[in-house]
T-cell receptor
C-alpha cells in the first residue's frame, strides 16, 4: 500500500521550473522522504531525499512542509532529458521503500 | 552506469518453469533489494538482504525465493512460473540498510512467461 499520493502526470515547458507535489499525510517521525525518477526502459535513479529540512543537490531541490505531510520536488530548469516518471517514496522502519504509481513528467520543447 | 549489474537482461520461458535472476551489487555495498515492476506500474518491493542475511520481506510469493552469497551477489529464484509473473525485475544496492541511504538500481531483467 503506497503511503504517498502524486498526480498521475504533469506537463512543463523546457527551461522552466517544475514543481512536483507529493502528499504523505501518514508519515511517521522517522520516515525519510525519497525521490527517484525512472526514464523509459531504465532502472530508477536517485534524485534527492530529506527528513525535515529542505535539501538541495545538483539535480533538484526538495521542499518539505513544516508538518511533513507533503513535499515538493523542484527541478529548477527542466530539460527534455528530465522527462521521466518521478516517484515520491517513504523509507519506513523496515527499511523498505514503498512505491506508488509516480508522476509522469512531460517536457514540451 | 549505476554499478549494479543484473543478468540476464531478457528471459523468455514457459509457464511452470523455474528461472534464476542474478544481481551483482556496487562494490562495497552490503545491502541488496529486489523489486518487481509490472507493465506501467510502480515498483513492488519483494525482499531485502543485508550482508548475507534476510533483512526485510515484502509481497514476495512463496514460489519466489532469494539469497545473498558471501561475495554479496544475490539471486532471485522464481519457480512454477505463471503468465502473471511476466514483469521487469530490478535489483538495487546500498552501502548499509539505513533509511537515509540512497539506492542504486540495475537496468533490470525483463521476464516474459509464455
Amino acid at each position: 500500500d503506497a503511503k504517498t499520493t502524486q498526480p498521475n502526470s504533469m506537463e512543463s515547458n523546457e527551461e522552466e521550473p517544475v514543481h512536483l507535489p507529493c502528499n504523505h499525510s501518514t508519515i511517521s517521525g522517522t520516515d525519510y522522504i525519497h525521490w527517484y525518477r525512472q526514464l523509459p526502459s531504465q532502472g530508477p535513479e536517485y534524485v534527492i531525499h530529506g527528513l525535515t529540512s529542505n535539501v538541495n543537490n545538483r539535480m533538484a531541490s526538495l521542499a518539505i512542509a513544516e508538518d511533513r505531510k507533503s513535499s515538493t520536488l523542484i527541478l529548477h530548469r527542466a530539460t527534455l532529458r528530465d522527462a521521466a516518471v518521478y516517484y515520491c517514496i517513504l523509507r519506513d522502519g523496515d527499511y523498505q521503500l514503498i512505491w506508488g504509481a509516480g508522476t509522469k513528467l512531460i517536457i514540451k520543447p | 552506469d549505476s554499478g549494479v549489474t543484473q543478468t540476464p537482461k531478457h528471459l523468455i520461458t514457459a509457464t511452470g518453469q523455474r528461472v534464476t535472476l542474478r544481481c551483482s551489487p556496487r562494490s562495497g555495498d552490503l545491502s541488496v533489494y529486489w523489486y518487481q515492476q509490472s507493465l506501467d506500474q510502480g515498483l513492488q518491493f519483494l525482499i531485502q538482504y543485508y550482508n548475507g542475511e534476510e533483512r526485510a520481506k515484502g509481497n514476495i510469493l512463496e514460489r519466489f525465493s532469494a539469497q545473498q552469497f558471501p561475495d554479496l551477489h544475490s539471486e532471485l529464484n522464481l519457480s512454477s512460473l505463471e503468465l502473471g509473473d511476466s514483469a521487469l525485475y530490478f535489483c538495487a544496492s546500498s552501502t548499509t540498510a539505513l533509511p537515509n541511504e540512497k539506492l542504486f538500481f540495475g537496468s533490470g531483467t525483463q521476464l516474459s512467461v509464455l
